[in-house]
């Protein structure tokens, strides 16, 4: 009966835990690029896009697709970054858990 007691204090601390990660998150932001740091995106950890900066030689009207495709893959590093940064937090959360490698929180 100890050991249940135990983990029911350690899922209970988790979770005020993982409830101060989630706010955290919001408040860290990351910064992708693309075409040589032509386009950059700025987002939270949780992928909520902040700004968005274009140079300005990009802004060719018969070239826009360039620009969209440019745009696009910054905010996929963005976001690639965002994860990263999420899952390095979470893991810190987490350690020191007798969770099983490779489960991810929240459920």
Known sequence: MRDIMGIMKQAQAMQEKMASLQGELDTVEVSGASGGGAVSVTMTAKGMVKGV?????????????ILEDLIVAAINDARSKAEATAQEKMAELTKGLPLPPGMKLPF
């Not at 900066?53 to 697709?65: G, H, K, T, V």
């Open 53 to 65: 900066a274009i140079d300005p030689s990009l802004m060719i009207p018969d070239e826009r697709e």
